[in-house]
């Protein structure tokens, strides 16, 4: 059995620290008044067996309560006040230095907590130390100065949760979509030098990916870039490499024939796209920026968001090259070629490409074979999309916080601006909790929600108001050379705050346990669903109500929890203990989500979840879990075609491990161990080293590689096949 400690060290259970913290408060009473051996042991037998049916790793809180309440039932009423007054000195003591042990236990490698936060960071390596204790840094100030106490209180016990309070302390915020167009085209600055407009494509795509990693270093979220702004510039090299060609040959009195340039101009022109789109590949897998990871960047591909004809058909060039490059994925050290987390690819759906009789059918063809092996990319419908966004096709910015529509942001050319647009932050709203709390009473649930909601409200001001005040000196690529604005040096980013220019989103985990608990009932069911969409509803009203009175862009977000998960899972059980099919899990459901162990096909599970979708406007994407389906293409097609018809954002979920130790490339398994841990396992050799094993799995709408906490494990282990 094991304990987490407050640093977040999770260590084995050892019954000897209750008997001797409680005759260590025995020691300190009168004789008459002390406990004997018997009930000292007494206790200790109880808070034991209490721990063992735990469905989870116990805290070390958790444990001092249970003690507390056992003495008490002793009637060891003196003894009982030695010790909580013990622990009240023992936390003003914790309180007067609160980051000195979280950083040695990061530093020493045994905070499970925070080793297992992010699925995509090593930590390890010292880039990600150093993160991680500023981040420590950061949440301290954040918890003790920077946020009221009832916003800390409610974080802490899980309803809420106030994210990236490691960011909070600098003037950060969350996503970007970033306006590569704008940067490419009228320069920019890197790190105090400029960079004109790039005179070939190869150049484009190198300034791009400089673009990007200095982006990534300046904000805490995930990042978008179109392909079609790289379009333009294929025409630059062409016409370069043309000259180049004519200039050569007549330099060797060789003939100028148009068939034979044209060809050579074919050429180099595929081989310098090939190798453009390789540097924006490896350069962004290998780049480490300063929070310990690769940039978390989105590919857009989206062919008509360029004009029909050559343009357009060199984005196809490109597109093409993209996910051939992906499908072949990368070598580790071992020289395994394997998948890749970042970055992660959306392609769209649209009338030039869903159909075989269409122009780029190709090109949709390749992208299902690159999901059937290397999961992504992932598809939004340009058809339903318009019929939600105003007629608009645009990306997300990172994995699935969309721009809302606004109508006060236009480009020079009269369009609704996307690009340069981001987002301020993100607090969620635990519905589960609200659930809980209200006991199956509905009349006191929407009570009960009204309240959290404006708790809810008075943390994303929070986060507004950290904003508020920032000079564009901060973080010049972001504010002056083009990423999201051209603001001068020393001027404040506050009116990109307000009037739609930037979005701030209220999240929402657990849709499904809420229903559970209040209706009895999953959401998938005509009286569950009816009340999940009320509720949903009820998100979306608070949202536009705050808009109107503050001319902020607040929306609804289906959060991505990774560690959160698990967190809520078990503040959940510590506050209401285990309630079936509600708490009795360590992870609670992402969003709107039909619930992982529920039997459903996969146009089922997306036709349904496409309602939600649509009262997530601040971003949101549903999922299929399909198995291996290199063999059977037309399968992906299937859905592929049915996300087009039906949902505007959507992914497969597939399988990509591997296993250093013994060569093999199928599934790892997910088994307990002899202390009733998950862990991950080879079915081929049985190796459960974690070193040598290869494992990628979809968790938040992104790829994951560096295994998760036990919370997101117990929910991949438990995830149904729906195709």
């Known amino acids: 059995m094991k304990v987490i400690k407050r640093n977040g060290e999770e260590v084995d259970f050892d019954r000897s620290k209750i008997v001797n ?14 406990l004997n051996e018997y009930q000292i042991q007494a206790i200790t037998e109880n808070v034991t067996a209490k721990l063992m049916e735990m469905k989870h790793a116990a805290h070390v809180e958790d444990i001092q309560d249970l003690v507390e309440t056992g ?69 301290d100030l954040t918890n003790r100065i920077l946020l009221p106490e009832e916003i800390v209180k409610a974080h802490e016990e899980g309803i809420i949760h106030f994210h990236d309070s490691d960011y909070f302390a600098q003037k950060e915020h969350n996503c970007d979509l970033i306006n590569l167009e704008d940067m490419l085209e009228n320069g920019t600055v890197i790190s105090e030098t400029l960079i004109e407009k790039p005179h070939s494509f190869f150049t484009a795509c190198n300034v791009t990916t400089q673009i990007v990693a200095q982006v990534a270093s300046n904000q805490y979220g995930g990042q978008t870039f179109t392909l079609s702004h790289l379009a ?69 591909m989206y062919l008509d968001e360029v004009p029909e004809g050559q343009t357009r058909d060199d984005l196809a060039m490109i597109i093409e090259e993209v996910l051939k490059q992906r499908m072949q994925g990368v070598k580790n050290e071992k020289g395994v070629w394997i998948t890749p987390a970042f970055p992660k690819l959306v392609y769209v759906l649209d009338e030039d490409n869903v159909t075989e009789d269409s122009k780029y059918w190709y090109l949709t063809e390749l992208a299902a074979k690159c999901t059937a092996k290397r999961m992504v990319p992932d598809y939004i419908s340009a058809k339903v999309m318009r019929q939600l966004k105003k007629g608009d096709v645009y990306p997300c910015m990172g994995c699935r916080s969309f721009p809302t529509v606004e109508d006060s942001q236009r480009n020079p050319d009269g369009s609704r601006k996307y690009y340069g647009r981001f987002n301020q932050g993100v607090v969620t709203i635990n519905l589960v909790d609200v659930a809980c709390t209200a006991r199956g009473d509905m009349k006191l649930f929407w009570e009960i929600l009204e309240e959290r909601l404006e708790l809810c409200h008075r ?25 999201l604005a051209r603001l001068k040096k ?73 560690s959160t998960t698990y967190k809520f899972a078990k503040c959940l ?11 009795d899990k360590n992870y609670i459901t992402n969003s709107y989500h039909v619930h992982v162990t529920e039997e459903i096909d996969a146009f089922s599970k997306l036709k349904f979840e496409s309602d939600f979708q649509k009262l997530s406007p601040g971003g949101a994407i549903s999922y299929v879990e399909v198995p291996d389906l290199q063999n059977n293409v037309d399968a992906v097609l299937s859905v592929m075609k049915f996300i087009y018809d039906n949902i505007i954002y959507a992914e497969l979920n597939t399988k990509s491990d591997y296993c250093a130790e013994c060569g093999y490339d199928g599934e790892i398994l997910i088994k307990t161990n002899g202390e009733g841990k998950l862990v991950w396992e080879c079915p081929n050799c049985g190796n459960r080293n974690e070193d040598t094993l290869y494992v990628a799995r979809r968790t938040c709408g992104y790829i994951g590689t560096q295994f998760w906490n036990q919370g997101r494990t117990q929910e991949i282990q438990d995830r149904v096949l729906h195709l």
């Open 21 to 34: 913290a409680i005759k260590a408060a025995n020691n300190e009473v009168e004789k008459i008044h002390c």
């Open 71 to 139: 003495i008490m039932e002793m009637r060891g009423y003196e003894v009982a006040q030695k010790y909580v007054r013990y622990r009240y000195k023992r936390d003003l003591a914790r309180k007067s230095n609160t980051t000195d042990n979280g950083i040695l236990a990061l530093i020493n490698q045994i905070n499970e907590t925070v080793k297992q936060e992010n699925s995509n960071k090593n930590p390890v390596i010292n880039s990600t130390q150093r993160d991680y204790m500023a981040g420590e840094v950061s949440k």
């Open 232 to 300: 333009p510039f294929v025409e630059v090299s062409r016409r370069r490499i043309r000259d180049r060609i004519i200039e050569e040959r007549k330099a060797c009195n060789e003939p100028l024939d148009t068939e034979t340039i044209d060809k050579l101009v074919d050429f180099r022109l595929k081989t310098e796209v090939r190798d453009g789109i390789q540097t924006i590949q490896y350069q962004l897998i290998t780049l480490m920026t300063c929070n310990g990871q690769a940039p978390f960047v989105t590919m857009f």
């Open 459 to 483: 943390a994303l001001r929070c986060r507004h108001e950290r904003l508020l005040g920032t000079t564009s000196d901060v973080a010049p690529i972001l504010w002056q050379h083009g990423a």
């Open 490 to 562: 020393g001027e404040k980013i506050d009116r990109l705050l307000y009037n739609g220019y930037s979005t701030i989103s209220l999240g929402y985990a657990g849709l499904y346990e809420m229903c559970v608990r209040m209706t009895g009932k999953s959401h998938t069911t005509p009286a569950g669903r009816e009340f999940a969409l009320a509720v949903m509803q009820k998100l979306n009203d608070k949202c536009a109500e705050w808009k109107a009175a503050e001319n902020i862009s607040y929306s609804v977000y289906g959060t991505p929890m990774e």
């Open 573 to 583: 059980q510590r506050r209401f203990g285990i309630i079936d099919g509600v708490t």
